[in-house]
Every structure is written in C-alpha cells, then in structure tokens.
C-alpha cells in the first residue's frame, strides 16, 4: 500500500492562504480514493475534502465549499489542498489518508474507520 507524507502546513493570519500537499510512495497511487481530514484540539477527525482516482469527482464539507479546492497529480503521485480565506475555525492538523473501497458519492466516505492509510499529519494555525 501507498504512505503518505504531508507538507505545506504554518501559521497563517485570518484571510490568508496556505497549500498542502501530500506525497505517495508506491507504484498504486492511481488506485486510491484521495482525502484530507483534519483534527481540532478535542475535537473528532473531520472529512474535509475527497478526490477520485481519476480527479474528476470530488467532495467537500459544507464549512470549505468555495474556499478549498483538492486536486491530485498522477504523474507526481501527490495530491494538494489549496486553502483560500482561512479564518481560526479552519485551525487544526490536517491529515493526508487514501482508501480504495469507496467512490467520494459513497455513504461512509466521511469516517475516519474507511480510510486505512493515513499521513503523520500538518499543523495549520490560522490567527485572528
């Protein structure tokens, strides 16, 4: 299976922007259903964005519709986060994950336990 390894995560002031990226090892990257989660500080691991393995469907929660964009680069085996107008509510550790088993319109998509490759993960501060 693919490892993931995230980058791109800092500190950001209230509008700012930041792009992750995240790395795939591994000769099966076009197999794998893409996401990034994020985690706040006592809070559960939210789904935030999915890409399909052909990148032309994706999914995003409700709260980064318009702001965020996934997209993923085969030929790299990467997939990035573009972050646009970050306020403190988008503060957390942003985890990179893959799964083959479900499509991003599947009922599941959003739980943690359906993803089994996960990233160490990135720090995302955003100031007021």
């Keep these: ?22 790395a795939a090892s591994g000769r099966t990257f076009s197999s794998y ?11 559960e ?12 469907n994706t999914y995003y929660v409700d709260s980064v ?4 964009t996934i ?10 986060l573009q972050m646009n107008s970050l306020n403190p509510e988008d503060t957390a550790i942003y985890y990179c994950a893959a799964q083959t088993r479900l499509s991003t ?9 359906s993803w089994p490759v996960w990233g160490p993960g990135t720090q995302v501060t955003v100031s007021s």
């Design 1 to 22: 299976q693919v490892q993931l390894v995230e980058s791109g995560g800092g500190l950001v002031q209230t509008g700012g922007s930041l792009r992750l990226s995240c």
């Design 33 to 43: 259903v893409m996401g990034w989660f994020r985690q706040a500080p006592g809070k």
């Design 45 to 56: 691991r939210v789904l935030v964005a999915a890409i399909s393995r052909s990148g032309g």
């Design 65 to 68: 519709k318009g702001r965020f």
């Design 71 to 80: 997209s993923r680069d085969s030929a790299k085996n990467s997939v990035d």
């Design 105 to 113: 319109a599947s009922t599941g998509l959003s739980t943690p336990e």
